[in-house]
């Protein structure tokens, strides 16, 4: 299994990105979904979660109203839009597979990462 993560960038304060995420593998549609991302000198939080079909929907309360999780089966694909940005949603996101349908907030619960892809929100 790989995960390609891409949609990084730099935006100012109140703007938008949308970062997706390519899965590879027979088996994506089986398993649940996540983000998570890494600011410097912090551990790796939780973002978003969503469960194998999409019925499932979890979000770190920082992001909550601003972020949304989604996927696209048919096309391997996992996505997170991302509004209303901050600058303290600056990080390295990644995304994630989990070890069953459904995954959680404990990356612990996710057995395959992608290789991250830089945000940056400052003026």
């Known amino acids: 299994v790989q995960l390609q993560a891409s949609g990084g960038g730099l935006v100012q304060p109140g703007g938008s990105l949308r970062l997706s995420c390519a899965a590879s593998?027979?088996?994506?549609?089986?398993?649940?979904m996540a983000w998570f991302r890494q600011a410097p000198g912090r551990e790796r939080e939780f973002v978003a979660g969503?469960?194998?079909?999409?019925?499932?929907?979890m979000y770190a309360d920082s992001v909550k109203g601003r972020f949304t999780i989604s996927r696209d089966n048919a096309k391997n694909m996992v996505y997170l839009q991302m509004n209303s940005l901050k600058p303290e949603d600056t990080a390295v996101y990644y995304c994630?597979?989990?070890?069953?349908?459904?995954?959680?907030?404990?990356?612990?619960?996710?057995?395959?990462w992608g290789q991250g892809t830089q945000v940056t929100v400052s003026s």
């Open positions: 994630a597979r989990a070890r069953t349908s459904y995954g959680s907030r404990s990356a612990s619960s996710y057995g395959y």
């Open positions: 593998g027979r088996t994506f549609s089986s398993y649940g």
């Open positions: 969503i469960s194998w079909r999409g019925g499932s929907l």
